[in-house]
């Protein structure tokens, strides 16, 4: 048996989790979606809650230069791929063989 205050405890620990999580996310960024996807979340936005549009970001680094810094705090130029803004010419990356 599970005494009572543990169990009034473990309810407010996981309500609070429930509750931060979404801040323990720094955000979400959505690399070059389809033209549609930009409609439809433009459509949205009115809607939508102001703690996701913090959140989420749809983003065209390659066309913004704003959009290819928010990559770019998460990862170096050199390790992304050009296709997104960055310096790395092949994905996946070549690997060297390993000398013994």
Do not use: S
């Amino acid at each position: 048996m599970i005494h009572k205050e543990a169990k009034k405890q473990d309810a407010a620990a996981a309500k609070c989790l429930e509750d931060k999580y979404p801040q323990l996310l720094g955000e979400m960024l959505v690399v070059n979606a389809p033209k549609w996807i930009h409609v439809v979340f433009a459509i949205l936005k009115p809607f939508l809650p102001k703690r996701l549009l913090q959140k989420v970001r749809i983003i065209q680094p390659l066309k913004k230069e704003k959009d290819l810094q928010a990559v770019l705090v998460y990862c170096q130029v050199d390790h992304l791929p050009a296709k997104y803004g960055g310096n790395l010419p092949t994905w996946p990356p070549v690997l060297l063989p390993q000398e013994e």
